[in-house]
């Protein structure tokens, strides 16, 4: 409120000056009072100011345009709204792009001997996970590595997202960055079976894996050649098993909560679809493929058994496999092979 006029007491007081702003205030003397504006109380003023122009500035539109004017103006502020929330499949396909940058980032940081050299030009395979809903307020600490060690069902002699503490390069061992878990594990050695693993694991709910397939780094086979339909779909059913063992033990366990899982497969142009490393697998042998990358996406509820996971692998699978000429691994191959992963033979 704004004085227009003196109030001038009988005494000859101006009890009211003309121009003066009255505001209810603390300032003044410390309890809810009108008085005259302060340069403190200046800043309240301007926020009240400024929420009845938006209130003013809904009724103008609404006195000056018609319906149809109104509906223009939707139309045209809906086409400027935000993009929607990533779907979980966005989510995942996005945390592959992260995980190979940081991919790179780590091995520059590390450096490469040329003796490793071989393992970073060999064909790999990727996976991103990611648990929805996200957590919140969840730190990399001990307690969630203790975890994560402590459910991994360790289907093999390598298994995926493993404990690095106890080995003995210390270069291999988890370090906290950027609010996750890292690992990149860089293994030559005589008599033992070469190794590339790189991993992020988040708590929020993303962990990301990058590692070789013994494709290129097998004595068994020449590099470059083939690609092992067994050992792709070994390595897709022990990611998912993992995924639903963390899921429980990191507690995603409410009803609606699901895991979604990207797959990437790379260096895949000029190779054969073909068995050769499992005696107790029956000989398959594919086509040629002509692209050099696979991108393939599943998710599933944090409840489902792992018995029931054979179809969840070959959808994971079916676009890679069907690059070499249009093959498709028989469902019940996939399925003996889901249940020897889960028996770890």
């Given at each position: 409120?704004?004085?227009?006029?003196?109030?001038?007491?009988?005494?000859?007081?101006?009890?009211?000056?003309?121009?003066?702003?009255?505001?209810?205030?603390?300032?003044?003397?410390?309890?809810?009072?009108?008085?005259?504006?302060?340069?403190?109380?200046?800043?309240?003023?301007?926020?009240?100011?400024?929420?009845?122009?938006?209130?003013?500035?809904?009724?103008?539109?609404?006195?000056?345009?018609?319906?149809?004017?109104?509906?223009?103006?939707?139309?045209?502020?809906?086409?400027?709204?935000?993009?929607?929330?990533?779907?979980?499949?966005?989510?995942?396909?996005?945390?592959?792009?992260?995980?190979?940058?940081?991919?790179?980032?780590?091995?520059?940081?590390?450096?490469?001997?040329?003796?490793?050299?071989?393992?970073?030009?060999?064909?790999?395979?990727?996976?991103?996970?990611?648990?929805?809903?996200?957590?919140?307020?969840?730190?990399?600490?001990?307690?969630?590595?203790?975890?994560?060690?402590?459910?991994?069902?360790?289907?093999?002699?390598?298994?995926?997202?493993?404990?690095?503490?106890?080995?003995?390069?210390?270069?291999?061992?988890?370090?906290?960055?950027?609010?996750?878990?890292?690992?990149?594990?860089?293994?030559?050695q005589p008599g033992w079976s070469d190794h590339l693993d790189f991993f992020r694991l988040d708590p929020k709910g993303e962990f990301y894996l990058?590692?070789?397939?013994?494709?290129?780094?097998?004595?068994?086979?020449?590099?470059?050649?083939?690609?092992?339909?067994?050992?792709?779909?070994?390595?897709?059913?022990?990611?998912?098993?993992?995924?639903?063992?963390?899921?429980?033990?990191?507690?995603?366990?409410?009803?609606?909560?699901?895991?979604?899982?990207?797959?990437?497969?790379?260096?895949?142009?000029?190779?054969?679809?073909?068995?050769?490393?499992?005696?107790?697998?029956?000989?398959?042998?594919?086509?040629?493929?002509?692209?050099?990358?696979?991108?393939?996406?599943?998710?599933?509820?944090?409840?489902?058994?792992?018995?029931?996971?054979?179809?969840?692998?070959?959808?994971?699978?079916?676009?890679?496999?069907?690059?070499?000429?249009?093959?498709?691994?028989?469902?019940?191959?996939?399925?003996?092979?889901?249940?020897?992963?889960?028996?770890?033979?």
């Amino acid at each position: 409120m704004a004085a227009k006029a003196d109030l001038i007491a009988p005494d000859g007081r101006k009890l009211i000056r003309h121009g003066d702003v009255y505001f209810r205030t603390l300032i003044a003397n410390g309890t809810p009072s009108t008085a005259v504006a302060k340069p403190e109380d200046w800043p309240e003023i301007m926020r009240i100011c400024f929420n009845n122009h938006e209130t003013d500035l809904g009724a103008f539109l609404r006195r000056h345009l018609d319906t149809a004017d109104l509906s223009s103006l939707a139309s045209m502020l809906r086409g400027v709204a935000p993009p929607p929330n990533p779907t979980l499949k966005d989510r995942a396909k996005s945390l592959l792009k992260d995980g190979e940058n940081r991919f790179r980032l780590a091995s520059k940081e590390r450096g490469i001997k040329s003796n490793e050299r071989h393992l970073f030009d060999a064909e790999s395979w990727s996976v991103a996970l990611i648990f929805d809903p996200a957590k919140s307020n969840v730190f990399p600490d001990q307690l969630f590595l203790n975890r994560i060690a402590s459910s991994n069902p360790n289907y093999t002699g390598w298994p995926i997202w493993m404990d690095t503490r106890s080995i003995m390069d210390e270069r291999a061992h988890p370090k906290v960055k950027d609010g996750s878990w890292e690992v990149l594990i860089v293994s030559v050695q005589p008599g033992w079976s070469d190794h590339l693993d790189f991993f992020r694991l988040d708590p929020k709910g993303e962990f990301y894996l990058k590692r070789n397939l013994q494709d290129d780094v097998s004595d068994k086979v020449p590099t470059r050649r083939f690609l092992e339909p067994f050992i792709v779909i070994r390595r897709v059913t022990e990611a998912v098993a993992a995924g639903l063992a963390f899921a429980n033990a990191l507690g995603w366990k409410s009803p609606d909560a699901r895991i979604g899982f990207a797959f990437q497969w790379n260096k895949l142009a000029g190779r054969r679809l073909e068995s050769w490393a499992d005696p107790y697998c029956p000989f398959v042998g594919g086509g040629t493929a002509h692209d050099d990358e696979a991108v393939t996406f599943v998710d599933v509820t944090v409840d489902m058994a792992p018995s029931a996971l054979a179809p969840v692998v070959d959808r994971a699978t079916r676009g890679l496999f069907a690059l070499f000429d249009g093959y498709r691994v028989k469902t019940q191959l996939i399925g003996d092979t889901v249940r020897r992963v889960l028996e770890r033979r």
